[in-house]
Every structure is written in C-alpha cells, then in structure tokens.
C-alpha cells in the first residue's frame, strides 16, 4: 500500500528511529539505545517528518500503526 511505500524511503537507521519513537522514546532514550548523539536522532526525525511528509510524532505512529 501507500503507507509501505512512503516507509520504504527511510534509511535503515531512520525505521530504527521511527520503531523507538512510536514505542513512545524520548530523543535522549532513542540516542542511548542507539549509541548516537541526541543531535543525530533530531537529525534523523528531521529526515523522516520530511520524507513522509509529516510534523509530529504522533502522525509517525499512526503512519506505522497503518503500515503494520
């Protein structure tokens, strides 16, 4: 569907992100998982608001919740 594809354009890192913010991560929890910088993550959320074409991480969720 639409959703699968619009989520087939994010890196491997970027559905990484994605997956924790949806479990409800904050970007510190996110980096400390991820052994990044909090600045990355924002980086990496900055990508995905503007490849799926989204502001929030709420609409994040929904997104994935639809993809899944």
């Given at each position: 569907n639409d959703t699968?594809?619009?989520l087939?354009?994010?890196?491997h890192?970027?559905?990484?992100?994605?997956?924790l913010v949806c479990k409800g991560e904050t970007n510190q929890m996110i980096a400390d998982d991820?052994?990044?910088?909090p600045n990355t993550?924002?980086?990496?959320?900055t990508s995905i608001f503007e490849?799926?074409?989204?502001?929030?991480?709420?609409a994040l969720a929904i997104l994935f919740t639809k993809a899944t």
């Amino acid at each position: 569907n639409d959703t699968s594809e619009l989520l087939s354009t994010l890196t491997h890192r970027e559905k990484e992100v994605a997956t924790l913010v949806c479990k409800g991560e904050t970007n510190q929890m996110i980096a400390d998982d991820l052994k990044i910088s909090p600045n990355t993550v924002k980086l990496h959320m900055t990508s995905i608001f503007e490849k799926l074409g989204i502001k929030s991480r709420v609409a994040l969720a929904i997104l994935f919740t639809k993809a899944t």
